[in-house]
């Protein structure tokens, strides 16, 4: 079997090494990927072990050392800490508490007609033209938009905000990297927006229950806040416009399962969980052991790195009837694309919601879909996402 470095950003760049994964899943299902500094972490691979991580969050732990690969120097891992994915318990449980009664399925449902409102608008933008390049113009706009209207943000400001989302999450990415300023930067300035937004607020009385941002405010500072509004801003960014852009990619290449969904609309909530399942927007997430420990009768050392890759976990053949198919039937469906336990995204229910209201839109809006051109994929090692897809998008 042919070593390839699962660290590496080129590595993806083809799309995700499926069949080198299929293979370390039956022979080396706990595996050490050696990287080019001299040190190396263990990618685990199969389902059953990345919930045994998932699920043991003081002995696996985010805030130690962060949830990415990269270890990162003082400043940044501070940056990191102050964001709930990268909080242990019980500091963790404290922060994301104001959050979850805000993001229930009740509570985003308040938001449907709002975003069906935004994917009108979208698409009314690109109306008229013959090729669109549906990441950028379609797809990416939405999930800012949408935390825009949650958090009651200028609308004026979304396009600013996204910008900088997409700086913080697409640095590995040569056309994104030079874009004046790297991640560090934009954080530091999507703080500084947050902070300001939540002291204009002050003294304000909310419309009835208010939005996000006055119960958030309710119960903590405006230097809180705006840590907290860059996690909302950018977990979601680049994950939600991954589901709505990869999804579509692959209904377009299974033509059959595109049919049927148009036929039965009713499908969509299963379609949306099969693309996250099979399209992951995120290949892995990074924890750090704290104690020595075995997994899979591997030793684990005190203060190794632990990856848990979605991409392979997601296509177990333990856990998934013919995992390597796409099927939007799947059911049951238990991928862990939105992760597991004390960490499970918290944005979940909206992004399921705006995953439902688009592909709606989009298939009633338009009766042909057509790729125009090869996609292009985004440089990463931790987005599974494309940051090109040109289509040709005919209304009835
Ligand atoms: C398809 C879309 C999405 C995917 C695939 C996704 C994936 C994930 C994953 C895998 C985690 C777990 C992180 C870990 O275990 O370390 C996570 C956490 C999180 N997500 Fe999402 N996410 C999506 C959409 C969203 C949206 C729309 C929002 C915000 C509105 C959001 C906000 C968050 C936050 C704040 C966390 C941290 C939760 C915590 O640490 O307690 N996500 N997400």
């Not at 009740?106 to 109306?127: K, N, P, T, W």
Request: proline share 6%.
């Amino acid at each position: 079997m042919t070593e390839i470095d699962l660290s590496d950003p080129d590595t993806y760049l083809e799309g995700p090494p499926h069949d080198y994964f299929t293979e370390l899943r039956a022979s080396d299902p706990v595996h050490w990927q050696p990287t080019g500094d001299g040190g190396g972490y263990w990618a685990v691979l199969k389902h059953a072990d990345v919930e045994t991580v998932a699920r043991q969050p003081l002995l696996f732990s985010s805030a130690a050392r962060g949830v990415v690969l990269e270890d990162l120097d003082g400043e940044r891992l501070e940056q990191m800490r102050g964001m709930l994915l990268a909080m242990d318990p019980p500091k963790h449980r404290q922060v994301r508490k104001p959050l979850t009664p805000r993001l229930t399925p009740r509570a985003v449902s308040g938001l449907a007609d709002s975003i069906r409102g935004i994917c009108a608008d979208i698409f009314d933008s690109v109306e008229g033209r013959e090729e669109v390049e549906f990441v950028n113009e379609v797809a990416g706009p939405l999930p800012t938009r949408v935390v825009g209207a949650l958090m009651g943000l200028p609308r004026a400001d979304w396009e600013r905000i996204h910008h900088l989302a997409e700086r913080v999450t697409h640095g590995q990415d040569p056309d994104y990297a030079e874009d004046s300023g790297g991640a560090a930067t934009a954080t530091t300035e999507m703080g500084a927006y947050a902070y300001d937004f939540a002291v204009s607020r002050a003294g304000r009385e909310p419309d009835g229950e208010g939005d996000l941002t006055d119960a958030l405010l309710a119960v903590m500072d405006p230097v809180a806040f705006a840590t907290l509004f860059i996690q909302l801003v950018t977990a979601g960014q680049d994950t939600t416009q991954t589901m709505l852009s990869s999804g579509l990619l692959a209904l377009l290449d299974h033509p059959d399962q595109l049919a049927a969904l148009r036929n039965n609309p009713s499908r969509i909530p299963a379609a949306v969980e099969e693309i996250v399942r099979w399209a992951n927007p995120l290949h892995y997430f990074r924890r750090t052991a704290m104690t020595a420990t075995e997994l899979r009768g591997t030793k684990i050392r005190k203060g190794d790195a632990v990856a848990m890759y979605y991409t392979s976990c997601n296509r177990d053949e333990d856990v998934f009837a013919d995992s390597q198919a796409f099927d939007i039937t799947r059911t049951p469906n238990k991928h862990l694309s939105f992760g597991q336990a004390e960490h499970f995204c918290v944005g979940v229910h909206l992004a399921r919601l705006e995953g439902r209201i688009f592909y709606e839109q989009l298939l009633k809006r338009y009766t042909t879909i057509e790729q125009a051109g090869a996609p292009r994929r985004l440089r990463s090692n931790l987005n599974n996402s494309y940051k090109e897809m040109k289509v040709a998008l005919k209304p009835r």
